[in-house]
């Protein structure tokens, strides 16, 4: 190398110029630390995008969503189908069934989560459901591979559930009764104030008197008693229920008075045929408000009324009065019966040079002659000329 070349750099080394690369660094798919090149990043987002855009698409179609459905549906009619002591053949189907069915379930539910996101996939409430409902079936299967956790069966009824996404209807229905559910609390806190109140009135007035005297001297007790407070609960909402409650009213008439039988009238009267009939009213008033609300939705839709048409309304009111003013002659305006002048099209320009003539104006008439300068100068000027003429 030239020396020249050498004195050219800073320090006259030529270690000091920049390093060359090495012959694997440009082919290497990692930069010097470690991390991907821009342009392999941008094709991995863009290829998860449209992986994510595609999954959108698959999970939101109907047909996936009609697949899902029949799927709970025959998933229903297999759990419907056991019976005690069946055949060990239907047993080993039915279990294979239950693992066809939760595999399907479970593909449903990573096929969301990588189209939607976590986030996206819990901001429904009906797929956080529904992925409850997959996570206790994988526990119930793991369980049961080990031997234990039989309980956990009982939790495939909840898949029936499922159908409510499916269903407009049911899922307005069920969304009316949550609705009402904080009137259905203050309801039950009322029940459960009631029956306490008449089981400790029944455990006053029949403890220990329900109970059937045997030949040795014993006594034995009745099912239905008001013995302790818990019997005396039950018998109550048996009562209420309507349960048999003649026969209690009876031992109450026979181990007492007949008078007893006011104390079984008036619990069947506030109790059943008021509080009970209160429940019924709390959930009618509770689905005649969802009606209503969805009435008046309608017809906001159809007959849209804005701030604009108000005052439009308003403006052609305001028009016809006064179109119906009187004259000052004392009769009726008659534009509010004339209809409106049509409005002219607009004239097109025309290249060529407009021809057109005013009309004389009639300015005066025979009963009314009226004379102008002008009119009057000329009539001069020309009976000059004429006089003129004459002499000559």
Not at 265 to 271: K, P
Not at 323 to 330: D, E, I, S, V, Y
Request: aromatic share 10%; hydrophobic share 45%; net charge negative.
């Amino acid at each position: 190398r030239p020396d020249s070349e050498l004195s050219n750099q800073p320090d006259g080394n030529p270690t000091s110029r920049s390093k060359k690369k090495s012959p694997n660094q440009g082919n290497s798919p990692l930069n010097v630390d470690g991390a991907a090149p821009e342009p392999i990043r941008g094709i991995v987002w863009w290829g998860w995008a449209e992986l994510q855009t595609r999954l959108d698409q698959v999970v939101t179609s109907r047909y996936f969503n009609r697949g899902i459905m029949m799927a709970i549906l025959i998933n229903t009619l297999s759990m419907g189908i056991e019976f005690h002591q069946q055949p060990q053949e239907l047993t080993d189907v039915l279990e294979i069934s239950n693992l066809v069915f939760t595999s399907m379930f479970v593909l449903e539910m990573v096929l969301k989560l990588l189209a939607f996101g976590f986030f996206g996939y819990i901001k429904n409430p009906y797929n956080s459901f529904d992925s409850v409902i997959v996570i206790i079936s994988v526990w119930e299967i793991i369980g049961q591979a080990d031997g234990g956790l039989s309980v956990l069966r009982t939790f495939r009824l909840l898949r029936v559930l499922k159908l409510v996404r499916f269903m407009p209807a049911l899922r307005r229905q069920l969304v009316v009764l949550m609705k009402t559910m904080d009137n259905v609390a203050t309801f039950c806190m009322l029940l459960m104030l009631f029956i306490f109140i008449f089981s400790i009135l029944g455990m006053h007035l029949f403890g220990c008197k329900f109970g059937l005297k045997l030949e040795n001297g014993d006594t034995l007790p009745d099912r239905k008693n008001f013995d302790s407070l818990l019997w005396a609960i039950v018998t109550v909402f048996q009562i209420l229920t309507q349960e048999d409650w003649n026969t209690v009213l009876y031992n109450g008439m026979a181990s007492t008075t007949p008078l007893a039988s006011l104390y079984f009238v008036a619990l069947m009267t506030f109790g059943n045929y008021v509080l009970f009939n209160l429940l019924v009213a709390i959930l009618v008033e509770g689905f005649q408000a969802e009606g209503d609300a969805n009435r008046s939705e309608a017809d906001d839709e159809k007959h849209p009324t804005s701030e604009e048409e108000k005052l439009r309304e308003l403006y052609t009111a305001e028009l016809k009065v006064q179109a119906m003013m009187l004259t000052p002659n004392g009769l009726l305006n008659p534009r509010a019966s004339m209809p409106l002048p049509p409005t002219p099209p607009p004239r097109q320009p025309s290249l060529q040079p407009s021809t057109w003539q005013p009309a004389h104006l009639i300015t005066h008439s025979v009963a009314t002659p009226t004379t102008y300068s002008s009119q009057s100068r000329r009539g001069s000027a020309i009976s000059a000329e004429t006089s003129t003429v004459l002499d000559h």
